[in-house]
């Protein structure tokens, strides 16, 4: 399982040019399932999720987790994370779960992230959608399941 973290002052999702929703202070996690994923993986990524300390104390240091500040969580899949484009231009989604797994441990992470969070929104599964987003300071984390970073 992959996760991209980006660090939000805002963000908000639309579906079809309509906004489906939307979060202030937070976290746009971009979740990709893996197809040898299993449970422990979710687990891993939810909980390093919600315990990565990226939000800034009262000396600007990164010393707060999203529990912490109380901050929201847009959540949103994305298969591609899995892309490799290793050999040639066009890349290749082997790696990625299929929908009927990807949609169902997409879901399990949202209830896992829910139980955690008060404001939890998302985007559709297998939608198009369009994303806009203010990144806070820049922070962009990368986390993987397999722990290859």
Do not use: C, H, W
């Not at 299929?98 to 008060?118: A, C, L, M, P, Q």
């Amino acid at each position: 399982m992959r996760a991209i973290i980006q660090r939000v002052t805002k963000s908000n999702l639309y579906i079809d040019n309509k906004l489906y929703s939307s979060i202030n202070k937070g976290m746009l996690v971009l979740l990709a399932i893996e197809k040898s994923d299993e449970y422990e993986d979710l687990e891993y990524i939810a909980k390093k999720t919600l315990g990565l300390r990226i939000f800034s104390d009262s000396e600007d240091k990164m010393n707060l987790s999203i529990k912490d500040i109380d901050g929201e969580i847009m959540i949103v899949s994305q298969f591609t994370l899995y892309g490799d484009a290793r050999k040639g231009n066009r890349p290749s989604f082997t790696n990625s779960a299929d929908s009927k797994k990807g949609e169902y441990f997409y879901e399990k992470f949202i209830d896992k992230v829910k139980e955690n969070i008060k404001i939890v929104e998302t985007g559709v599964f297998g939608a198009d959608m369009q994303i806009e987003f203010v990144n806070d300071g820049p922070v962009t984390i990368q986390l993987d399941s397999s722990k290859i970073y």
